[in-house]
């Protein structure tokens, strides 16, 4: 669950940063929140155990490898240092706000949908100080 709620923060704060996405998948308004499908089903029955393996390929079992820009490892950097520390309950907090992308997914087109970027940038910009 937290390793899903940091790419929702990492997508928010690229968007609204940036202007574009850091990941090209799409975050799903699931019934407690926010998911990406791809890395939930990559640790099944993980629940809230840590973590001990990489994502990996399918078809070649080779692990799955991002190459980011400096600028997207500086920000996600930044959401393990601000966001990595929290429970993954307050994470999830977090991202049921009222006028939060999930809450508006789910009452626009109902559980699973899809969160659109758009969304995602609009929450995150009004955070976004002028002079960052």
Do not use: C
């Not at 799903?28 to 499908?37: K, S, T």
């Not at 600028?71 to 520390?85: C, F, Q, R, S, T």
């Amino acid at each position: 669950m937290q390793l899903v709620k940091l790419i929702y923060f990492a997508q928010g704060w690229y968007l609204a940063f940036v202007g574009k996405p850091i990941t090209s998948h799409k975050a799903h308004a699931w019934q407690y929140g926010p998911v990406y499908p791809l890395v939930y089903k990559a640790f099944p029955g993980a629940g809230s155990r840590p973590l001990d393996g990489l994502i990996t390929d399918k078809i070649t079992a080779e692990p799955y490898r991002a190459n980011f820009t400096d600028d997207e490892e500086a920000l996600i950097e930044w959401i393990v240092d601000e966001y990595g520390k929290l429970h993954a309950f307050d994470l999830s907090r977090r991202t049921h706000a009222d006028d939060g992308p999930w809450k508006a997914a789910i009452d626009r087109s109902g559980t699973y949908s899809e969160i659109p970027d758009s969304d995602l940038q609009s929450y995150f910009r009004q955070f976004v100080r002028d002079d960052a």
